[in-house]
């Protein structure tokens, strides 16, 4: 298909469009200059924005460069073997390993059971996607204001919650043993709707007559559920677990703002101790050096997880 | 548990004339069953709790700050106020900040969705050497996390004296390589039929992009205009660290800092939090549609 298609078209291009400079250049020029003409804008932003800081902070990580622009000097691996020996690097990293642990399982599993129920067509589809989509709205400014007035021990309502249910009050973002548990419930509620969007949408694409076709051979709600429904949504589910993934492991904005900026043990994440590094400490060639560490792991995630989908594709 | 299914092929008949036609409704799930209305009321459980949060909030702000500070329920001991409203609206910052929001963000969006559209095109669509290694470089790229970028970009902005203003701002936003992704997988699907018929007529490549290839994408290029709107609004980290002026604030991190300066009074944080957000819940409504729709059609769904 994509053999004729070229041909036909340079063919017309060539005689089509009189008065271009390129006029006496074969097709395939020709078409290599337009794709550049469409190509050019981003890939000079992609350039600048992308790619350049990413080597340029591949190379900040062999300095000791600080924001004054004071140092600078060549380090080699001084600040990676620093990082490697930095307990509050690898307690951070701890840090965003269990949190993504702890919300990923959630972020997925409610995001299911929410677009089967919405799926069934009931009435008011309007109110329940607006009802688990809108906190995806909120800045992660916003959502931090309410959950620390949420999880306020004194007057919050979640622990007027527990007294429902006749249990101790807790003091959520205050105590090391429930702050990340506080984070990852706030976390929770703001960012399901994405993966309940693309639930959603998997579902729509199945195809009415596999469950019309189920339904004639006496196939009840619950077989249609595990014979068809579930089973379709395997290539979603990997897709959105990665997703999630990669999002949960750039933990900051919300840990960093329900604590009111203050660090903490048990919740600083490997990107805010990336900031923390850079910007308070203000040790840019240290910081870049985490960043690398950091990206490192994403890549190595990313890898195996491609691996995986790869397998799973042949199989299928 | 076979009861939908005997009930469902009635409904299949032509006198089931009652039956809206909802897009979303599968068969086997319309009528009054017992599965049904556990589902519903499922739902309905589980969307109170997630609107809960936000309602309360809401009712919060209404309070005097003495009834918030006392942990007020829904309506406090002194009655329903807008007196949070009216202290924020006074200060006149939130103008400013929810002006700068407004623009930079549609700046941001209308750069973004233009070179990722175009991008997309070419490399849809368009035969030229190293299109496969491009391409490559573009997908790898989306699992930099941006993070990792802000040391290097904030000495770009340093270099190019754009620190502390709105292009510093505003140019770092607009690379978007899942954008590029997306609308590249959209414009595969376009029958290539289309355009050979304009071609042959005498279209040029931006003729065609123009008014064949980007009229058909509206919807998927409204999609991603409404999430690439909805993430830079929400954007916290990179506005934060780039603009001090408290004239040249975004929302989210002018609200912030009057948070750090006021942060007990409960009533106006919650007043703040509601404002910042209602431009986007409005937007969400008007735009739900295209939006779920968008999401479809990125090709997330199925295959």
Known sequence: MTTTAPAASTATVVTGRPGARVRHATGERRETAAAWGFLTPFMIAFVLFLVWPLLHGLYLSFTD????????????????????????????????????????????????????????????????????FMPYLLASTVISQIWVWIFNPQIGAANRVLAWFG????????????????????????????????????????????????????????????????????????????????????????????????????TRSIVQYIYEAGFVGYRFGYSSAISYVFFAIIVIIGVVQAFAMRRRGEQS | MTTTAQVRSPLATPDGAGTRPDRTTKPGARRLSPLNILAFLALALMAIGWLLPFLWAVATSFMTETDAASG?????????????????????????????????????????????????????????????????????????????????????????????????LILPQVVAPAMVFILKKFFDQVPIELEDAARVDGAGRVRVFWSIALPLSRGILAAVAIFVFISTWNNFLWPFLIINDTNLMTLPVGLQTVISAYGVQYAQVMAQAVLASLPLIVLFLIFQKQIVRGVATTGFGGT
């Open chain 1, 65 to 132: 460069q600080s924001l004054t622009g004071a140092g600078g000097g060549f380090v080699g691996f001084a600040n990676y073997a620093e990082a490697l020996g930095d307990p509050v690097m690898w307690r951070s990293l701890g840090n965003t390993v269990w949190f993504t642990i702890l919300s990923t399982v959630p972020l997925v599993l409610l995001a299911l059971v929410m677009a089967l129920l919405v799926h069934r067509g009931l009435p008011a589809q309007w109110l329940w996607r607006l009802s688990f």
């Open chain 1, 167 to 266: 249990l101790e009050p807790l003091a959520w973002l205050q105590s090391p043993d429930t702050n990340m548990y506080a984070i990852v419930i706030a976390t929770v509620w703001w960012t399901v709707g994405f993966n309940f969007l693309l639930y959603l949408a998997a579902l729509q694409n199945i195809p009415a007559q596999q469950y019309e076709a189920a339904a004639i051979d006496g196939a009840g709600p619950w077989r249609q559920l595990w014979s068809i429904t579930l089973p379709q949504l395997g290539q979603v589910t990997v897709l959105i677990v990665i997703l999630q993934m990669l999002a949960s492991l750039k933990l900051f904005d919300q840990a960093y703002q329900m604590l009111g900026g203050v660090a903490s043990d048990t």
């Open chain 2, 72 to 168: 007020g329920s829904w309506i406090g001991p002194s009655g329903p106020t807008t007196d949070a409203y009216a202290a924020i609206l006074a200060q006149g910052n939130v103008y400013i900040w929810a002006f700068n929001s407004l623009w930079t963000s549609a700046a941001v969006t209308a750069i973004t969705v233009a070179i990722s559209a175009m991008a997309a095109y070419a490399f849809s669509r368009l035969e030229f050497p190293g299109r496969k290694f491009l391409f490559g470089a573009v997908i790898a790229s989306i699992v930099v996390p941006p993070q990792v970028l802000i040391i290097p970009l904030f000495y770009e902005m340093l270099a190019f004296n754009l620190v502390d203003t709105p292009l510093g």
